[in-house]
């Protein structure tokens, strides 16, 4: 069988019975906040919090949707496509994953996708080449149930020319996620996209409905000799979340992240309206990956209690 011809026969037939699951999380959020109050959110798994584990061979990327729910009853799992390369055209391995996330009561949410090219690269040509990569993943992540792909707003240049050349290339990436239901997401991951009023500007040129962010608690470092303010940052590009990600490095005694003020921040999210879920990306050293994923849990499961009160 031609696998080419095989694979896009199969994930069409399935587009149709999946099309529920490609709303927006701030769709979904606006029903969940009427249903269970202002300060609720639910809790989700970046597949980055056990990296380690999976560049190890410990864990493959079909695994994970297991241990999310098995290790820490987590029913939402956000994947990172370097730990799936070369299986977003394969029709049996993107079956396999969906089956064990229906055996196991777990929703995929999004595929953060990194390793495709400059979506703002100068060279039109160049910045041609990574939207088109990017279509297979928005393919992938539409059969496997998801409501996103995350992607980066790398370019060059000055500021201004930087963003017009990134607003280009995801405009045309976001047109071709539209056709298929699914929200085209950008986090602050360096560089001028850590910049909170630069990104969201990006995304405001953009102007399509299904072209948001992915704040990241923790990403807000432009250069070696400027760090912006992580709790402006989130703030600025919250009007555009389709999805939050918390990031932590290391806990004190208390179970309070070190670096960041999770209840500071979780009030600026919930603030903004955002009543979706909220990622685990633990990326700390010590402790292990399994232990700064709990802590990080009850971090945020305690917040949700302080907020409720």
Known sequence: MNTRVGRRSFLKSSIAAGASLGL?????????AEAKGPAHFKISLAEWSFHRTLQSGKMSNL???????????IDCVEYVNQFFMDKANDAAYLKEL?????????????????????LGAPDEAERTK??????????????????S??????????????QKLAADGLHRLSEFGARHGMNVIVENHGGLSSNGKWLSGVIKTVGLQNCGTLPDFGNFRVSPAETYDR???????????????AKSHAFDAAGNETEIDYLKMMKIVLDAGYHGYVGIEWEGGQPGEAEGTKLTKQLLERVREQLAQ
């Open 63 to 73: 695994d994970f949707p297991v241990v999310a729910k098995r290790d820490f009853d």
């Open 149 to 162: 792909i995350r992607v980066n707003a790398h370019s060059s240049g000055s500021p201004e020319e930087q």
């Open 231 to 245: 709790y402006i940052g989130v703030r600025e590009l919250m009007p555009f979340a389709k999805g939050v990600s």
């Open 130 to 147: 990574a939207v088109e990569n990017h279509y297979k993943w928005v393919e992938a992540a539409k059969f496997l149930g998801c409501h």
């Open 24 to 32: 927006g999380a701030a769709t979904q959020g606006k029903a969940v």
């Open 98 to 118: 969906k089956q064990r996330c229906s055996d196991h009561g777990v929703t995929s949410g999004l595929i953060m996708c990194d390793g495709e090219g400059h």
